[in-house]
């Protein structure tokens, strides 16, 4: 039996394509607003640095309803690092709009989402979005979609998928480029249309895999999902099992069912088959789970979430300038915060470690990680991490395995041959290389994934701000051998005190300076980058001697090179392997694992002996 009332339908992209403001364009046109109201732009991006960032970290939940039919809508993120988002929401939906930029057309992560989309079997609609742009492209990309689907092997029925052109931003779409643009209407039929209504027996016993985990702190984990068979109403007695672990029966009582409304969650009393719901009130619900009726505990078979690929250390920042300018600081602060953290991203994983200080993160990438640090930062939260550094595998035979990615890098001609020259010497090996629609280059290499920790800051730096580059993860294959991360080594502080103009002024000429007059610094902590590949010990807190004779203004005179102020991702991609990044919420500091430089120099020296000792033994 088919549910002719209700669609669900996810919306899917690459990066920037406009999916968010595309559904906020949808919420605006079915009357989800007043017409007097003040809506914020990309309304669907709820956090504080989803909306700085302008990308989608989250997938979030809508609903709108056109000709009496509630169309159910995710928003999902485009970016690589949040991927395991979109798999688990492609569950939900009967069919996905794929939105392609009409100037850039099929980028990598387009690549990635359709693929998923077309192995579930969906219908695709595709919505060429920003038609409005000057130099856009819109049947150029019409057939540049057509090979992306040939390429992937889409079925005939997906093959002959409608196309839709759009301006999100003016807020129309046209089925014809020669169209009058009005609305959004043309979209709407489109998806009455091509999108099939939810089947399934909703006299049957209840069947409902949870797809996505919300948390509130009053109500705790919320499980959202589509109910597949049967119906649910609040106070029912349910059964929670899971495909992948045999083990779990666990009996439930559903206390709150919410149906979505716009940006509201409605309480309901009963809800029935091909309705996305979210219940609360269930400990230990987890992502995969199915919700089922007691007598009949049938799981729903669920791709298992995606395995982190890179991690870093979390510890308490010991530093002499601790816990000056953080709230929470303590193991068992920062403890509660990143178990907590796992409620809602379920990509992550979090592991106790013999120091009990420290605490051991994984997740999909730097971007990833770097999200939950500014966000704990923001909170309150001082602590201190580690350079990231990628999860290796073995095989069968006991050989060393990691991660790799593929990398497109698209860069303005004269600057390829740097480019190529700088991700071969990370272990790259080119793959393809050709021409975008705009006459630039396009790269495309197979690289660990170590090989593209720190290498977006020397690539912006290369490119001179222009190029771009999109990497998605590969698979795991041979480890390729040692990676020098950084050349040059670091400016160490040699004293503790305050930065003054005229020790900087001394130092700037060693290399580049990370801060300015009137910062705090410490013994052991990086000030700056060398010129020189090894470190460079300074004292940056050293005053001109009073008994020299000067004019009054001398001082004043002192020159000083603007300090390259790094931020979070910056320093992140800086830090070497000794060092640790000091986070609070009112700085970040880089500083050497070891502070003092006796210790550390022993140190070193023990390390470059056990690796000569290492080399003679093979």
């Known amino acids: 039996m088919t549910r002719e009332d209700v669609r669900n339908v996810a919306i899917i992209a690459h990066v920037d394509h406009g999916k968010t403001t595309l559904v906020d364009c949808l919420l605006r046109q079915s009357g989800v607003f007043r017409a007097n109201q003040e809506v914020t732009e990309r309304v669907m991006d709820s956090g504080d640095i989803e909306r700085e960032r302008g990308i989608t970290i989250l997938s979030k939940n809508t609903a709108v309803t056109y000709k009496n039919t509630k169309i159910n809508i995710v928003d999902t993120p485009g970016h690589a690092d949040f ?93 014809e480029l020669t169209d009058e643009p009005k609305d959004m209407s043309p979209l709407f039929e489109t998806i009455l249309e091509h999108i099939p209504a939810p089947e399934g027996d909703p006299d049957g ?4 895999l949870i797809s996505t985990i919300d948390y509130n702190e009053y109500v705790g984990r919320i499980g959202i999902g589509k109910i597949d068979r049967g119906s649910i109403r609040v106070n029912q007695d349910a059964l929670l099992v899971n495909h992948h672990d045999s083990s779990k029966r666990q009996k439930v009582r559903i206390t709150k069912l919410y149906e979505f409304d716009g940006l509201k969650k409605q309480d309901v009393s009963q809800s029935s088959m091909g309705s996305i719901v979210a219940l609360s009130g269930i400990d230990n619900l987890k992502i995969g789970d199915t919700v089922c009726a007691v007598d009949t505990p049938d799981a729903i078979p669920f791709q298992k979430i995606s395995e982190p690929t890179i991690s870093m250390n979390f510890c308490v920042n010991d530093s002499p300038l601790a816990g000056q300018e953080g709230k929470y600081v303590t193991s068992r602060h920062i403890r509660d915060r990143l178990y907590r953290e796992l409620n809602t991203d379920v990509s992550l994983r979090v592991e106790d470690t013999a120091d009990t200080d420290t605490f051991k993160v994984s997740g999909r990438g730097e971007l990833h990680l770097s999200v ?50 700088k991700l071969s010497l990370r272990k790259g090996e080119l793959q393809g290389m050709g021409k975008t629609s705009d006459g630039r280059t396009r790269l495309e290499f197979e690289i660990p994934s170590r090989g593209l920790i720190g290498f977006r800051n020397d690539f912006m730096t290369d490119t001179k701000g222009t190029g771009i580059i999109n990497t998605i993860f590969d698979g795991y294959g041979p ?140």
Not at 576 to 590: C, G, K, N
Request: overall charge negative.
């Open 205 to 208: 016993p209840l069947q409902m």
């Open 479 to 618: 480890y390729k051998g040692d990676l020098q991360y950084r050349s040059q080594g670091s400016l160490i502080a040699f004293e503790t005190g305050t930065a003054v103009a005229y020790g900087l002024f001394n130092a700037q000429d060693r290399g580049t300076l990370f801060i300015e007059p009137g910062a705090k610094v410490y013994s052991g902590m990086v000030i700056g980058q060398s010129g020189k590949s090894e470190d460079i010990e300074l004292n940056v807190c050293k005053t001109k001697h009073l008994t020299n004779t000067r004019s009054s203004g001398a001082d004043e005179a002192l020159k000083l090179v603007p300090a390259k102020i790094l931020s979070l991702e910056q320093a992140l991609e800086f830090i070497d392997t000794d060092e640790l990044l000091e986070v609070t919420p009112q700085s970040f500091r880089i500083r050497k694992k070891i502070l003092d430089p006796l210790l550390r120099k022993r140190s070193m020296f023990s390390k470059a002996q056990k690796e000569k000792n290492a080399q003679q033994a093979q």
């Open 83 to 175: 991927g395991g988002e979109v798999e688990r929401v492609l569950k939900m939906v009967n069919g996905v709009i794929l939105v392609v930029d009409a100037f850039e057309g099929p980028m990598p992560q387009t690549r990635f989402v359709t693929q998923k989309a077309l192995a579930l079997d969906l219908p695709v609609i595709v919505c060429v979005n920003k038609i409005d742009r000057p130099e856009a492209r819109p049947d150029e990309v019409v057939d540049e979609t057509l090979e992306l689907l040939m390429d992937l092997d889409a079925s005939d029925e997906q093959l002959d998928c409608p196309f839709v052109f759009a301006s999100a931003k003016a807020g129309y779409a046209v089925r």
């Open 372 to 421: 939950l640090i500014e966000t704990m930062r923001r909170e309150g939260y001082e602590f201190a991490v580690s350079k990231a550094e990628v999860i290796y595998k073995k095989d069968e035979r006991g050989r060393k395995l990691e991660p790799m990615e593929i990398a497109y890098v698209d860069v303005p001609d004269e600057f390829s041959g740097t480019v190529i020259q």
